[in-house]
């Protein structure tokens, strides 16, 4: 096992660890909070949810909320540098 850890595959590991990281915590999060996933059996006899409230909780959630209120800027330092007129 020691001679598939060596220093040059550290960065492919931290980068595999993280999207593997992002895909558990979507896949979580849609199990767990989307009102289109049905697990309980009371649920999957609806063909159609009119669950218009629950629906619009999760798609805008405190993030999304948050970044209504931000400027749309990636690198806010980078685009005042270059539209500064001096």
Known sequence: MGRWIK????PLMAAMSFV???CIFQLTRNVLLNPE?????AHRTT????N??????YAEHGLRKFL???????MPAVNRFFSDNK
């Open 68 to 74: 209504r209120t931000r400027p749309p800027e990636v």
């Open 20 to 22: 593997t990281g992002m």
């Open 37 to 41: 996933v049905r697990i309980n059996k």
């Open 52 to 57: 218009q409230e629950e629906g619009e909780k």
């Open 47 to 50: 063909a159609v949810l009119e």
């Open 7 to 10: 220093p040059e595959v550290y």
